[in-house]
T-cell receptor, first 115, second 114 residues
Framework: GENVEQHPSTLSVQEGDSAVIKCTYSDSASNYFPWYKQELGKGPQLIIDIRSNVGEKKDQRIAVTLNKTAKHFSLHITETQPEDSAVYFCAALEDSGAGSYQLTFGKGTKLSVIP | DTGVSQDPRHKITKRGQNVTFRCDPISEHNRLYWYRQTLGQGPEFLTYFQNEAQLEKSRLLSDRFSAERPKGSFSTLEIQRTEQGDSAMYLC????????????FGNGTRLTVT
């Protein structure tokens, strides 16, 4: 089955700086890679996702890059703000449309943005 | 879009008791998923439904666990004879059918088994 490794496990940045979180996956058939943000006491919230047919996707201060050859993908947050502080999870899925829909998650990165 | 709703938010039970959780998905979503999350870990897949059909179950879903989605709308997850190792956050998510439909999670039910 799929295995997703996520680094770092904790990350502290100064407000306004950039934050980068990296993930690797094992199953070359995986083709859908979402990122979730989880605040204390809440469920994961989808913030951005990318499919294997593109290499980069941006949404305001958030971007995701994908390297299929190396089987890794990264989340980039620019101009960080205190409200970005949360735990971030990457995930991977082989979305063949054939029925299986098991997202495999990384172990998470706790991001702290210091004012 | 009122989001995925889970009830209760917290449940404390004694070992050996049965518990049942409910999930109400986003109304137009026909896929519904259950995940479990322990402290410091990412969510782990348990099972998922397309409409009322349970299409996939993880090996994590022992025979003490049962999930239903009788009318293709809300779902229940029951744990029988709870054990301390069942203590976790149980998350429900829903999505549309079709390639790349994102999962939308509820805020979970936190189970504590004493």
């Amino acid at each position: 089955g799929e295995n997703v490794e996520q680094h770092p496990s904790t990350l502290s940045v100064q407000e306004g700086d950039s934050a980068v979180i990296k993930c690797t996956y094992s199953d070359s058939a995986s083709n859908y890679f979402p990122w979730y943000k989880q605040e204390l006491g809440k469920g994961p919230q989808l913030i951005i996702d990318i499919r294997s047919n593109v290499g980069e996707k941006k949404d305001q201060r958030i971007a995701v890059t994908l390297n299929k050859t190396a089987k890794h993908f990264s989340l980039h947050i620019t101009e960080t703000q205190p409200e970005d502080s949360a735990v971030y999870f990457c995930a991977a899925l082989e979305d063949s449309g054939a029925g299986s829909y098991q997202l495999t998650f990384g172990k998470g990165t706790k991001l702290s943005v210091i004012p | 879009d009122t989001g995925v709703s889970q009830d209760p938010r917290h449940k404390i039970t004694k070992r050996g008791q049965n518990v049942t959780f409910r999930c109400d998905p986003i109304s137009e979503h026909n896929r519904l998923y259950w995940y479990r999350q322990t402290l410091g870990q990412g969510p782990e897949f348990l099972t998922y439904f397309q409409n009322e059909a349970q299409l996939e179950k993880s090996r994590l879903l022992s025979d003490r666990f049962s999930a239903e989605r009788p009318k293709g709308s809300f779902s229940t997850l029951e744990i029988q004879r709870t054990e301390q190792g069942d203590s976790a956050m149980y998350l429900c998510a829903s999505s549309r059918t079709g390639g790349g439909s994102p999962l939308h999670f509820g805020n979970g039910t936190r189970l504590t088994v004493t």
